[in-house]
């Protein structure tokens, strides 16, 4: 439970930015076909781990945005975000 615990806490220190250059590092990393089998295993587990914070924090972020897209009356209007592409 402690181990639980740790990560917990490392978790409440990360940025998504942090995150995310993490996980661009480690999967080089693994592309490279260099590490061990244990410590691909290792490093794995740590993308999943990163993967689920950059998520969590990316759904935050959609309430967020959703809150203040609330108009006077309490009424919610969706709009789907808009990239350069479209």
Known sequence: MLKGKQKMARQTKQTFEKAMKQLEKIVQELEGGALPLDKAMKKFEQVMELSIFCAGKLDETEE???????????????HPFMTEDE
């Open 64 to 78: 967020k945005v959703t809150i203040l897209l609330e108009n006077g009356k309490g009424d919610v209007s969706e």
